[in-house]
Nanobody, 123 residues
Framework: QVQLVESGGALVQAGGSLRLSCAAS????????MGWFRQAPGKERELVAT????????DYADSVKGRFTISRDNAKSSVYLQMNSLKPEDTAVYYC????????????????WGQGTQVTVSP
């Protein structure tokens, strides 16, 4: 069993930045592709970014390209999401996810989920 714990969510003004962190435990972190999802009230869960086990390949939703950066540190069993130029429409609960296959994440599925961290962007 892998446990994922997110942190870093906060209230920030539009144009500001936040860095989300997700710490993993209970498994071999490098075995998993990692992703960040978000879900706003009344909306479907959205895949924001993914990163392969080595960190060698990343992908982003069109809505965040050029503003968000996903990264990972396998030595620290952690994945991060640097969010710049935040917009009110980025407001959501952000979830960290771990999957044995990247294809699961792209199908908006995962083997393990974190509990989520709230990001609120004020106008």
């Amino acid at each position: 069993q892998v446990q994922l714990v997110e942190s870093g969510g906060a209230l920030v003004q539009a144009g500001g930045s936040l860095r989300l962190s997700c710490a993993a435990s209970g498994g071999t972190f490098r075995n998993y592709a990692m992703g960040w999802f978000r879900q706003a009230p009344g909306k479907e869960r959205e895949l924001v970014a993914t990163i392969t086990w080595s960190g060698g390949s990343t992908d982003y939703a069109d809505s965040v390209k050029g503003r968000f950066t996903i990264s990972r540190d396998n030595a620290k069993s952690s994945v991060y999401l640097q969010m710049n130029s935040l917009k009110p429409e980025d407001t959501a609960v952000y979830y960290c996810a771990a999957a044995t296959r990247l294809s699961k994440l792209t199908r908006r599925e995962s083997d393990y989920w974190g509990q989520g961290t709230q990001v609120t962007v004020s106008p």
